[in-house]
Nanobody
Framework: QVQLVESGGGLVQAGGSLRLSCAAS????????MEWHRQAPGKEREFVAGSRWSGGRTYHADYADSVKGRFTISRDNAKNSVYMQMNSLKPEDTAIYYC????????WGQGTQVTVSS
């Protein structure tokens, strides 16, 4: 069982920045693929960014086209945490942001609200 707790959401003006955090339980966090997804009102949940082990101590990051160049995913395995730095935020980034851990089974956090005002 993996438990995930997101934090860092809030209200920000367009052009501003936020940093989301996701703390995970589990003894093999470094093996997990970690992702951020978001769900805007009336829309389906969508992939935002992912961090996947690619060998040695290297992790590969990938992003949705809509956030490339603005969002950066990172992880600290010693803290069992994954982060997402969000810059140049736009009103269309408003959503509930969820992290998940892929460890054979997909685990989800409870989400954190991000609201970007114009």
């Amino acid at each position: 069982q993996v438990q995930l707790v997101e934090s860092g959401g809030g209200l920000v003006q367009a052009g501003g920045s936020l940093r989301l955090s996701c703390a995970a339980s589990g003894r093999t966090f470094s093996n997990y693929a970690m992702e951020w997804h978001r769900q805007a009102p009336g829309k389906e949940r969508e992939f935002v960014a992912g961090s996947r082990w690619s060998g040695g101590r290297t992790y590969h990051a990938d992003y949705a086209d809509s956030v490339k160049g603005r969002f950066t995913i990172s992880r600290d395995n010693a803290k069992n945490s994954v982060y997402m730095q969000m810059n140049s935020l736009k009103p269309e980034d408003t959503a509930i942001y969820y992290c998940n851990a892929r460890a054979g089974i997909v685990y989800w956090g409870q989400g954190t609200q991000v609201t970007v005002s114009s």
